[in-house]
């Protein structure tokens, strides 16, 4: 069964700290895989990675893919209140017979960022 | 500017009852979803369909049905609803090859099955 597992469930830190958020995935055949956060409505896209070792950064947020270890990590260096939220990880496979990709997400990260 | 819209926003609806949750996008992609997010978990998948006229099931499908007679249009239909359909469910579109490939969704729509 294709999985997507997400650590910690939740994380509590202060601003101006930097975390690591993890995912691993389990799946018969990898394509990408996403990052989101999701605040009080819509998950947005932060992400996309599909190549080991490359490293993707979009201001203080950057993450990275090991394929060998099936596994990413998201980081926030400078952490502020306003990246409190749920980061989702999610892969895509192939499916239909490969004429679509299907996205299967993991449970989510719940990071409190206190003032 | 819409991107994806689905309505209603907020309903409650009693046991039994049936509804049809509409979602609709502007940006001509071929594949669209339905997700489903239950309070501390990840969002699961209950129909997906990759253009007009082609629908099928996702992780979750049971109690549900979906049609798509447009590449605009794809509602979600709740029949007989139970409790356990209390949730939140994300209506999403994605293009493959598009712009990093990435899925797009709309904002949400909270059911409450009392």
């Known amino acids: 069964e294709d999985k997507v597992v997400q650590s910690p469930l939740s994380l509590v830190v202060h601003e101006g700290d930097t975390v690591t958020l993890n995912c691993s995935y389990e799946?018969?055949?990898?394509?990408?895989l996403l990052w989101y956060k999701q605040e009080k409505k819509a998950p947005t896209f932060l992400f996309m990675l599909?190549?080991?070792?490359i490293e993707k950064k979009s201001g203080r947020l950057s993450s990275i893919l090991d394929k060998k270890e099936l596994s990413s990590i998201l980081n926030i260096t400078a952490t502020q209140t306003g990246d409190s939220a749920i980061y989702l990880c999610?892969?895509?496979?192939?499916?239909?017979?490969?004429?679509?990709?299907?996205?299967?997400f993991g449970t989510g990260t719940l990071l409190a960022v206190q003032p | 500017n819409a991107g994806v819209t689905q309505t209603p926003k907020f309903r409650i609806l009693k046991i039994g009852q049936s509804m049809t949750l509409q979602c609709t996008q502007d940006?001509?992609?071929?594949?669209m979803y339905w997700y489903r997010q239950d309070p501390g978990m990840g969002l699961k998948l209950i129909y997906y369909?990759?253009?007009?006229?082609?629908?099928d099931k996702g992780e979750v499908p049971n109690g549900y049905n979906v049609s798509r007679s447009t590449t605009e249009d794809f509602p979600l239909r709740l029949e007989l609803a139970a409790p356990s359909q209390t949730s939140v469910y994300f209506c999403?579109?994605?293009?493959?090859?598009?712009?990093?490939?990435?899925?797009?969704f709309g904002e949400g729509s909270w059911l409450t099955v009392v």
């Open positions: 999403a579109s994605s293009y493959v090859g598009g712009r990093l490939g990435s899925i797009y």
């Open positions: 799946v018969t055949n990898f394509r990408s």
């Open positions: 599909t190549s080991s070792g």
């Open positions: 999610a892969v895509r496979i192939p499916d239909y017979g490969g004429a679509t990709n299907k996205l299967i």
């Open positions: 940006m001509n992609h071929n594949y």
């Open positions: 369909s990759v253009g007009a006229g082609i629908t």
